[in-house]
T-cell receptor, first 113, second 114 residues
C-alpha cells in the first residue's frame, strides 16, 4: 500500500529564515512519481513540483529546492528566505494504487513577519 | 485558460439529506478526480472519471456517486448525509488516465452537516 508521512504538522519561522519540510514515503512500485502541493487559506491546492524515481538530481527553482533521496525514501522541500506569502499547508503526494494519489497529512507553515 | 471551478462554495445540510456538488474542469482536461478533505487532514480520494467513465474509486460507500458529462464537467452526489461527511470537497482535473500528471484543483466546496 502507498503511504506518505509528513511528521511535521506545524512549523513557524520568522520571515527570511530557511525552512525544510520533510516527506517520507512507502511504495512497492519500482518506478513512481512524487509531488508537492501548496494549499493557501483559500483552499485550492496548487501544484509545485513533480519528480520521478529515476531522477535523484536535486533541483532549485527560485527560492524553492527539493532533495529527493531514494535510499531513504525521502522527498524534502526547502524554502529559502521565507516570506509571509509562503504561509500555507504543504502536501507531499504519491500517485499509484487504488487511491490514485495518496496525500500526506500536510505541514502547516506559518511565516511570521 | 479557464481554471477548475466548483459550485457552490459553501453548503449547509442536515443529516439524511442529499447533496450535489459541481465541478467544471480546466480547458483541455478530460479527467476529473474528487477528494474529501476533513479538517486538519490531507485530501482523501473519492473517485475519478475519465471520458465519462469511472476510472477508479477510493474507500467510500456507494452513497457517494458521481458522473462526468461530455464537456468533462462533473458532479459528486452524496445521499443520506451523515455528520462525518462535513468536509471540504475538492475537484481536480488533469489530462489523460495516468495518475502521474499534475492535477489542477478548484477552491473546493465546504459542506457542513448539522
Amino acid at each position: 500500500a502507498q503511504k506518505v508521512t509528513q511528521a511535521q504538522t506545524e512549523i513557524s519561522v520568522v520571515e527570511k529564515e530557511d525552512v525544510t519540510l520533510d516527506c517520507v514515503y512507502e511504495t512497492r512500485d519500482t518506478t513512481y512519481y512524487l509531488f508537492w502541493y501548496k494549499q493557501p487559506p483559500s483552499g485550492e491546492l496548487v501544484f509545485l513540483i513533480r519528480r520521478n524515481s529515476f531522477d535523484e538530481q536535486n533541483e532549485i527553482s527560485g527560492r524553492y529546492s527539493w532533495n529527493f533521496q531514494k535510499s531513504t525514501s525521502s522527498f524534502n522541500f526547502t524554502i529559502t528566505a521565507s516570506q509571509v506569502v509562503d504561509s500555507a499547508v504543504y502536501f507531499c503526494a504519491l500517485p499509484g494504487g487504488y487511491q490514485k494519489v495518496t496525500f500526506g497529512i500536510g505541514t502547516k507553515l506559518q511565516v511570521i513577519p | 485558460e479557464t481554471g477548475v471551478t466548483q459550485s457552490p462554495t459553501h453548503l449547509i445540510k442536515t443529516r439524511g439529506q442529499q447533496v450535489t456538488l459541481r465541478c467544471s474542469s480546466q480547458s483541455g482536461h478530460n479527467t476529473v478526480s474528487w477528494y474529501q478533505q476533513a479538517l486538519g487532514q490531507g485530501p482523501q480520494f473519492i473517485f475519478q472519471y475519465y471520458r465519462e467513465e469511472e476510472n477508479g474509486r477510493g474507500n467510500f460507500p456507494p452513497r457517494f456517486s458521481g458522473l462526468q458529462f461530455p464537456n468533462y464537467s462533473s458532479e459528486l452526489n452524496v445521499n443520506a448525509l451523515e455528520l462525518d461527511d462535513s468536509a471540504l470537497y475538492l475537484c481536480a482535473s488533469s489530462v489523460g488516465q495516468g495518475d502521474n500528471q499534475p492535477q489542477h484543483f478548484g477552491d473546493g466546496t465546504r459542506l457542513s452537516i448539522l
